[in-house]
């Protein structure tokens, strides 16, 4: 998120839902045949991988590993996804620990409440940094860090009637290539510009000061790279949402999306009223500056999720509050 490279993010009310049970083996399959079936519905249901490179397997398969517990031979999984793949929305982190959880809840391992920090281990260990597993796993938005080889979230409370107005274009905009761009180091005034706009980024959740948002979105480290080299349509989105009354703007994860933070959805209905306004105010500016620049894309409005990643069903029924031992072979996510 803006300054926050590869350390802030920010859990968003879109899902991915994993559904996984142990089955019986096939007729005819012989007794060290391994067989996992995996199917996608939604978002990326054509591009993504249905064999064990699909990041929902890697999770699950991680679980396993560290529950001490061996894998079962035959798997039955299905993804649901309504979070738009390679667009910079954290699709992969959704993956890494939806699979994680229903690798823990198949291996016997209810999830406990102080269990998420392991979780956290796991998924950052996956995804390489804690960014986006960590709003995933707590929700809200999250500062994640590495020290003393371990990896470490805390939450920032987020302000009430916060909105986010996001740009999805149709291209994608695959981790990898965006992170090539990027040069192995950068200029001191670059850093402190970053460094700055962090705290400031930072304190104006805290405070609810969001007009602070304007300057402490902007980045040097990432953003103009990125939109320089891949996405054209960055600079002009964000300055159209700016004025258009956004509170801040910025490219979403690697990109290519692009989120504008808006506010007011509390307080009586003349104020909910202007909020709404100024959300369609938002979205319209940023449609029509992409049109402009001849980018196809959808816009929507969401908020913040603050539960992050749980359990929806499992047999036999359990809480994912409690520690204990699971026996079964469902897990809903």
Known sequence: MGPGF??????LDIWTEISAKVVAPLEGDAPNVRRVTLTNEGEGAKELPTDESNLVIVG?????????EELPRHLKVHCKNRIPFARGLGSSSAGIVGGIIAGLALAGMRLPVHGREELLQ?????EGHPDNVAPAIYGGLQ???????RWYSSRVQI???????VFIPDSTGPTSVARAI??????????VFNIGRAAIFVNAFRSGN???LRFA?????HQPQRGAAQYPHLEPLMKAALGAGAHGCFLSGAGPTVLAITSGRAGDIFTQQLAERQENNVANAMREAAAAMGVSGCVFITNPDHRGAFIVRAEPQFSDRSVARYEGDVADL
């Not at 500062?143 to 003393?148: R, Y």
Request: hydrophobic share 45%; charged share 25%.
């Open 159 to 165: 302000p009430d009637g916060l909105q986010c107005v």
């Open 122 to 126: 796991l998924a950052s260990e996956i």
């Open 6 to 11: 590869d350390t802030i993010g920010m859990a």
């Open 182 to 191: 990027l040069p192995p180091n950068v200029p001191r005034k670059d850093a």
């Open 143 to 149: 500062l994640g860090i590495f020290a003393d080889d």
């Open 217 to 221: 979105t902007q980045d040097m480290l």
């Open 60 to 68: 699950i398969k991680a679980a396993f590993k560290a529950a001490g």
């Open 210 to 212: 969001l007009d602070e």
